[in-house]
Structure formats: C-alpha cells, structure tokens
C-alpha cells in the first residue's frame, strides 16, 4: 500500500516534470510574453547551491553562461563539500566572463561577473572561527572582571568577526537550489536571514527557461515590512 | 432534530479521525520525521481576504495550529516547533486536552528577557507545568532570531571558558592562563569548539527539524533556524496559515519520505 501510494506521487511527479520542461522550453523561445523583461537590476547578489556528486564543471560553466546573458552580476557558487572551490582556477579559466569576488568588493555595476565560491566550513565552522576572534579580543582588552550575563557581544561585532575570518559575504536576495531537494545544504546561516530559496531540480537537467522563471518569481516578491 | 444533527456531525468525525489513522498506519512504514518545524505565515492576509475583524484570523490561526499539533503527535512526530512571528499568535497557550493527552513538554525558545513580564511569567508557568512530560516537545520560538541565537550561543560558550580559566587559574594549575601565555597560537585558535556553541543554542534540547512548513507560498526561512536547517526540507505551502490542514501535512510527509534516504545520507556527510 506504501509502494503504491509513492509510485502514485512518482508519476505525479513525473507529469509535472513534463509540464514544467513544456513551459521552460516555451519561455526560452520568449513565447510566454510575462517573461520577456526581467528586473534584473532587483536581484543584487545570487547563491546557486549545487549537490557536491552533481558538480560538473561543463554544466556549472553554462550556468554561468546563462546567468551572464541575463545579467547577472555577482554570483555565490556553493557546495557541500567543497568542490567547486576546488575547481574555481578551472572555472574561473573556462568562463572568461567573470572575475574572483574580493571581500571588500562593493556590490556595484561591474563589467565583468564577480564569482565567489564557498563550502560548509564557510558556515559553521567559521562561526566557530569568529567566536575564537571576539573571545580573544575580549581578553586581550585586559578587562579583569568576569562576565556579568549583559550582553557582550553584538551582531555586528559578530558580523565584523565572520569577515575576519572570511566568513562573511553579502547576504544573497536569492538561492537557487540545483539538486534533488529544496535544501541549503548549510550554505552560511548568517547570510541567508532573508534569502528567497528556490529549487531547480538536479543540475544535469537545468533548463534555461526555468532559470528564468525563477528569476522572474523572485523579482514580483513583495516582503512584508518584518519580512 | 439537533440531537440528530450532532449526532450525524460525531459519525462524521469520527470516520474522518479513523481514515486519517488509517493513512497514518500506511505511512508509517516509511520513514518519520522526528521533528517538523512551522512557520506560521498569513493570518493577518487571512483576515483580510475574509474580510474579518482583526485579530480574527490569529484566533482561525490557533485552531489551525491545534489541528496541525494533533496530526504531528497522532503520527508519531516527537518534536514540533512553531515559529511565533507576532505576539498576537502567543496570546492563547497550547489547550491543555493535547499536551496532556500526547504527554507533550512545552519549551520556550528565545530570547525571553525581551517579553513583557506577565508574558513572560505565563511562558514560564506553562514550562513548569509540563516539565515532567516526555513523549513529545512542542518549542515556541518567541523573541527568536537565528542571529541573535547564534551570537547569544557565542557569547555563552565565551563565558564557559573564561569561567574554566578562571577555575584552573585560581587552583593553581593555570599555567598563566589568563595572559594566555601558555597556549600555542594554535590552540588559542581552538578554545572554543563548535560542540560548546552548539549545546547553547536557544533550540539545542531538539534535533536538527526533518521538515520545515512555511505557509502563503513564502520561500525565505526569515531569520529561523538558519544553524539548524542544513539538511532539511523546506516546503512552503501556497495556503495560509488559517487554511492549512490535513492535505498539506501529508503532502510534507510524502515529499520528506521522498527524499529521505538523499537527507540522511547528507547529514552523515556534514
């Protein structure tokens, strides 16, 4: 009775996907005339978070790709484990578009794309870092009486303590993920307070027109005051 | 006539409550979540879009919410946390009937020196009043930010080791520890560890959620259990808050027991 019930959400599954592959193909033949102008000029900084065993260079390149025609100007390309920072010397050699995200970087108009690249030791790890930097900062203050239970520390000084130890970009209005579920996959907790997260499906079966369709639900968002 | 009708109405509900536990019987031989967290968005679209008085659509809301709480506790999921946006969703506590029934604890999560006294003292109360039951947790996130948790851990697992150095220094066997010239530059780096910023965490008495529901077809988490949602799946639902139910919940569940075996295999990994 289980087995029959998931096969049931399979092919439902299924039939979406083969709706969903319809109106992709539709969008990027710019025949859904909703999608034709995107303002792209709302979507400051994207976070692309991919599953580490999906991450093919050739299709991560053509994501890019795609991302550069849309006018996209500064991009996050995160994995779990790691391998994309690995292969960022590769990649950043392939497409020729884009240049290595600087800490200090401003998010302005940019001719070419800045690409940053990160890896779960970006998240919580880091956060384990910058406690070490405000604790030894604490003591180093020469401050000889023991904490009193206030509050030491701010956000921002936690903020300021994560950038030391480059954990700290800005935060992404938007995540794309590209894998087998709706998930973060622990892309830094500390930048993705107010972050759109959409899922894309596995990336060997990324469709140009679905990245548009994203991109266009997340720039008619409107956020509460609260958010 | 009306005794009638109430009658008609308990055959109903009871039918209803025997196919919903037939259904759980079946899902049950997949995988559970232990712990399924909510985000409970649009109660005040909600009475807007019926046009109801204010404040309408939080009470609509609080039912909505006991409703869901039978179901998680029904099926079997131990821990529920539910983020409480807006103190208006806080005014009323759990009913009495399903945290005694499911033997549920109710823990308060936050930052709860930034409620007002009598809210305050009416969250602890309910804390003492269920601190001996054990067969499921229900966390109210109150005062709750992700950032303000991590950096109120930070700042704990700081105070644990200045109390530590404190203690070997008094007893002797500091070592200088306070000017900290018996540490190589390595460990100091060290000092404190992820594991003593986690037990500190607001949610650290709960597990990682499997699931977490976010209503009215909002994708971002809002500044909740950022730390904690590295391997959890986030589904947000197009209903409101108010009009959430039962087809939801089991959608949630068929779509975890899905991808299960691909989030359990990432936690391992983590």
């Known amino acids: 009775m289980w087995h029959l019930l998931h096969v049931t959400i399979h092919l439902c599954y299924f039939a979406i996907n083969i709706a969903n592959a319809l109106e992709s193909h539709l969008i990027s033949k710019g025949l859904l005339r909703r999608y034709k102008s995107l303002h792209i000029s709302k979507l400051q900084y994207l976070a692309i978070v991919i599953e580490s065993e999906d991450c093919r260079t050739s299709n991560v390149i053509e994501l890019l790709q795609w991302l550069a025609d849309l006018g996209v100007k500064h991009v996050c390309l995160y994995d779990m484990e790691g391998i994309l920072k690995k292969s960022k010397d590769f990649i950043l050699e392939k497409f020729d578009g884009a240049t290595l995200f600087q800490e200090n970087d401003v998010l302005l108009d940019q001719p070419l794309m800045t690409l940053e690249f990160a890896s779960f030791s970006d998240g919580k790890e880091a956060v384990a870092k910058a406690a070490n930097v405000l604790f030894m900062k604490y003591l180093k203050s020469g401050s000889t009486s023991s904490y009193q239970g206030e509050q030491i520390f701010t956000e921002s000084q936690m903020g300021e303590a994560l950038k030391t130890v480059g954990g700290n970009g800005p935060e992404p209005d938007l995540l794309l993920v590209y894998g087998p579920a709706r998930c973060h996959l622990g892309f830094p907790a500390w930048r993705i307070r107010y972050t759109e997260i959409q899922h894309m499906g596995p990336l060997k079966s990324m469709k140009y027109g679905s990245l548009i369709k994203a991109i266009y639900k997340f720039t008619m968002v409107q956020q509460n005051y609260g958010k | ?270």
């Open chain 2, 1 to 270: 006539m009306e005794r009638i009708g109430e009658r008609v109405i308990q055959i109903y509900g009871n039918l209803v409550s025997l196919l919903r536990k037939c259904i759980f019987c079946i899902l049950s031989v997949g995988p559970i979540p232990n712990h399924i967290a909510f985000i409970m968005d649009g109660n005040r679209r909600f009475t807007k879009k019926c046009k109801l008085m204010k404040g309408a659509g939080h009470k609509v809301g609080f039912s909505a919410l006991m409703s869901i709480l039978k179901y998680c506790y029904e099926f079997g999921v131990r821990y529920v946390t539910v983020y409480v946006f807006s103190i208006e969703n806080f005014k009323r506590s759990p009913e009495e009937s399903i945290v005694n029934r499911y033997g549920v604890r109710v823990i308060f999560s936050g930052n709860l020196k930034l409620l007002s006294e009598p809210v305050r003292l009416a969250a602890e109360r309910a804390m003492l009043a269920t601190d001996k039951n054990s067969k499921a947790v229900l966390s109210i996130c109150v005062a709750y930010t992700s950032t303000n948790e991590i950096m109120h851990a930070v700042q704990e697992s700081c105070e644990e080791k200045w109390d530590e150095i404190t203690i070997l220094n008094s007893s002797g066997a500091g070592y200088g520890l306070i000017s900290l010239g018996g540490y190589e530059q390595d460990e100091m780096d060290h000092l404190i560890k992820l594991n003593d910023i986690e037990k500190h965490m607001y949610m650290a008495a709960s597990p990682d959620p499997d699931i977490i529901i976010r209503t009215s077809s909002e994708t971002r988490l809002s500044n909740f259990l950022l730390w904690q949602s590295a391997n959890c799946y986030l589904y947000s639902p197009s209903v409101l808050w108010p009009e959430i139910g039962f087809r939801q919940f089991l959608w949630a569940i068929l779509n975890f027991q899905r991808i299960h075996f691909y989030l359990d295999k990432q936690r391992q990994q983590s």
